[in-house]
């Protein structure tokens, strides 16, 4: 029998399968799935075993394949996943071996064998004797080995001696038959993740449901159609915020429970959506359910690897990673919130989880639905052509009304002498507010922030003539860039426009918020939530404090836009609408909507009316007029169009490279070499290149960046793959490409 194993060295070089033997003693054992040792490039590496057979192919017919050497029995990876690891990597681009570290138990990769030398027989002193007359070396390595506990030691033990000399002696020992070597791998406590009939625990009566809106009760009978038919297919559950998406999940998940299948649930950020695990907990029993939080050990992750593996979990929530979770029999993935960007992983590999749901929804015949208020561009336009089907929620339940949102004008406050952050209209509404004892949150948009130049007469913010997408500030010798086609030009004095000479670059923070709040209402308690307050008080500290109505305003970045139901909010104060619209990227304007459409829509969700006051220096422009009208459909009709006629995604796909090192000539040379390459392999323009240009933080820990984007029309992205992989063998096989510089590829990036 022979296996094929992909080796755990994540090199481009190595990123094949490769051919072992399995010997006779480990014969029942070795299955695809399986981790196992193998010796690789004379070391034992980790790896794991895809496909058994008989055979060998032809080409290695008359080699002597090495055979492997242990396996891990303690896991047996899915079919199902396994099968995803060539696509996967091949779609993202990074190797197969990177991606089966993401599907192997938590913390495996701890542990490496270890070589030992023994003595296979006692000796007596006057063997050892005898050998230092005939082989002084070899005598050395003998009395030590005898006076070693066991007669065994570590091959490193001996690393004193030089690597030659070492493998010469043990060889001539070996050969005398007086010493072995042997490959100790490490022992593995946990028992063996078999999958037992009935092994799950038995399902609690589940917890009273609500019923269900007519809305609600469509969208629940076409999933609960799909799961009982075992019919793979993808859903897109559009619902406006507080339609009641959380409770259709919670009925396809029983659903599927009930067939004895598996629910897995993906949220963005698991830290920021403790709601939806409770949930999931009061609905179907604590013991049911699995959160995977990123704050979990790694020997509780582990655990919990190990009984999911076994089938002992019916339910398992958690973000992004939480998708290579290996429940075996997998009945309904649901993917909240969609269209958020924290899906994809922005360090290699570059998966993106939706897409991997996806993909494992299809092997396992499981029903997908991915739900938002604000659905992604590209999701829609799959459930508008009928590749994925469309389920509405267009009202809130219990015939709630959406908030009604106040469009005000910042160029006004400015003329009228007000230069704060608030606007007269936002401070009158907070005091009402809190006069009703109830709550305000208060989000300020520095999504993607890069600072760009504005009038402050008449609003105009500089764009690139080419492009139409604004310019990006650069302090460094007062520049303005463009992102896209790399245009530069000074900032200027006046604004071309109306001549006014208060062109001024745009920058805010939530500290200044804090303090001219604290001038405004001094009684008001405040709470924080962005990054700095992750770090402090913790996120859930946060959440918990303020749904328990521990403060009046909770001021926030973009991380209190996800899915927090907070019953007392009754007015949304948006600051800075406009800043997120103005970055150079060509996903500015859908990214703008679903955050002010989200963050709106956490006003007024139990039965209080809710408000929403958005500042902006822009109100006229359609984003923010459509996040006033709740108008996604409009929205989504104008957007696609423009992303049509400018060649932009969904239209076309995108690769971005980015070249990383801490010499800024080498990381220009570099990319200058690859940009010279494509331009020689398109010789018939299939795509376009872009660039080279240093990206937008040219620096980043002492590393110089820069980045090149290559567009390829239509949605096949392989042509741009085999280019670029081209491109990396020309590159290293050149002589005097500069050393020291890192490239990264990113295949449909997040915006530019
Ligand atoms: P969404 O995720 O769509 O923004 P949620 O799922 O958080 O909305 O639901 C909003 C609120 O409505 C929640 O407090 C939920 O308990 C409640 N809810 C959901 N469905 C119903 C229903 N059929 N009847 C009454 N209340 C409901
Ligand atoms: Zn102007
Ligand atoms: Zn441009």
Redesign the pocket.
């Given at each position: 029998m022979y296996v094929q194993v992909i080796v755990d060295v994540p090199q481009v070089d190595c990123d094949q399968n490769y051919y072992y033997r399995v010997p006779a003693d480990l014969a029942g054992q070795v299955a695809p799935g399986n981790g196992v040792w193998v010796s690789f490039n004379g070391r034992v590496v980790r790896g794991w075993a895809v496909a058994l057979g008989e055979e060998l192919p032809a080409d290695l017919k008359n080699f002597s394949v090495q055979p492997v050497i242990g396996v891990d029995e303690t896991y047996r990876l899915n079919a199902d996943l396994l099968a995803l690891v060539v696509p996967l990597a091949e779609a993202v681009m990074s190797t197969r071996a990177d991606i089966l570290r993401l599907l192997a138990p938590p913390g495996m990769r701890r542990g490496r064998p270890v070589a030992r030398i023994c003595l296979p027989e006692k000796l007596s002193p006057e063997q050892i004797v005898l050998w230092e007359g005939i082989d002084p070396d070899c005598a050395l390595i003998l009395n030590r080995l005898s006076r070693a506990p066991k007669q065994s030691l570590r091959r490193s033990a001996f690393s004193g001696w030089p690597k030659s000399r070492l493998a010469g002696v043990l060889a001539r020992l070996a050969g005398a038959g007086l010493v072995e070597e042997k490959i100790c791998l490490p022992s593995r406590r946990e028992k063996r993740a078999v999958r037992s009939p009935g092994a799950g625990p038995a399902l609690l009566p589940a917890g009273r449901a609500?019923?269900?809106?007519t809305a609600?009760q469509k969208a629940v009978d076409a999933l609960a159609t799909a799961i009982d038919q075992q019919r793979p297919g993808t859903f897109l559950l559009h619902?406006?915020?507080?339609?009641?998406?959380?409770?259709v999940y919670l009925q396809a998940a029983s659903r599927a429970l009930a067939q004895g299948r598996q629910v897995l649930y993906l949220v963005p950020e698991i830290a920021l959506t403790p709601q939806a695990g409770n949930h999931l907990a009061e609905r179907f029993g604590r013991q049911a359910v699995v959160v995977l939080h990123s704050k979990l050990s790694e020997a509780v992750r582990r655990r919990e690897w190990y009984r999911i593996a076994a089938g002992q979990v019916p339910v398992v929530i958690g973000a992004r990673s939480a998708v290579f979770t290996p429940l075996p029999d997998l009945g309904l993935i649901i993917v909240d919130e969609e269209h958020e960007t924290s899906y994809r992983q922005e360090r290699e590999p570059k998966y993106h989880a939706r897409q991997v749901a996806l993909a494992r929804a299809a092997r396992c015949r499981a029903v997908a639905v991915l739900g938002s208020?604000t659905p992604s561009l590209e999701s829609y336009q799959k459930a508008l052509t009928g590749k994925y089907q469309l389920l509405r929620?267009p009202e809130r339940?219990?015939g709630r009304k959406l908030p009604a949102v106040n469009l005000v004008d910042m160029r006004e406050e400015l003329t009228a002498g007000n230069r704060g952050m608030f606007s007269r209209a936002l401070l009158q509404a907070i005091t009402q507010c809190l006069q009703r004892e109830q709550q305000v949150m208060l989000y300020l948009n520095r999504r993607g922030f890069a600072p760009f130049i504005i009038c402050r007469e008449c609003g105009n913010v500089l764009t690139c003539p080419r492009c139409s997408i604004s310019l990006v500030y650069h302090r460094v010798g007062e520049r303005l860039h463009c992102h896209y086609c790399h245009f530069r030009q000074m900032v200027p004095k006046q604004c071309p426009v109306c001549h006014s000479r208060a062109v001024r670059f745009f920058g805010t923070g939530t500290q200044r918020i804090e303090s001219e709040l604290a001038g405004h209402f001094p009684g008001a308690q405040v709470l924080r939530l962005d990054r700095d307050a992750a770090e402090g008080p913790g996120v859930e500290k946060v959440i918990s404090t303020f749904s328990e109505t521990g403060g009046d305003i909770l001021v926030g970045t973009q991380m209190i836009t996800k899915?927090l139901?907070f019953?007392r909010v009754t007015l949304v104060g948006i600051l800075a609408a406009d800043a997120s619209l103005h970055i150079a990227d060509f996903q500015a304007t859908e990214r703008t909507f679903q955050l002010l459409a989200q963050v709106a829509?956490r006003a007024g969700?139990?039965g209080l009316p809710g408000e929403v006051i958005v500042q902006s220096y822009c109100p006229e422009h359609y984003c923010l007029q459509l996040v006033k009208d709740h108008d996604f459909e409009a929205f989504y009709a104008r957007e696609i169009a423009l992303r049509e006629r400018l060649g932009y995604p969904p239209f076309s796909r995108l690769v971005r490279l980015e070249f990383r090192g801490a010499d800024q000539t080498a990381v220009a040379v570099a990319a200058e070499t690859w940009t010279e390459t494509f331009k020689q392999l398109n010789g018939s323009k299939e795509f376009n290149v872009w660039g080279p240009a240093p990206a937008a933080v040219v620096k980043v820990d002492d590393k110089f960046r820069w980045q090149l984007t290559l567009r390829l029309a239509g949605g096949d992205a392989r042509p741009l793959r085999q280019a670029i992989r081209r491109a990396g063998q020309a590159y290293t096989s050149r002589r005097g490409c500069p050393a020291g510089v890192k490239v990264s590829i990113t295949v449909d990036p997040a915006g530019l």
């Open positions: 609500p019923v269900l809106t609600q619902g406006v915020t507080g339609s009641g998406k959380t409770e208020a929620l339940v219990a899915g139901d019953p829509g969700r139990a």
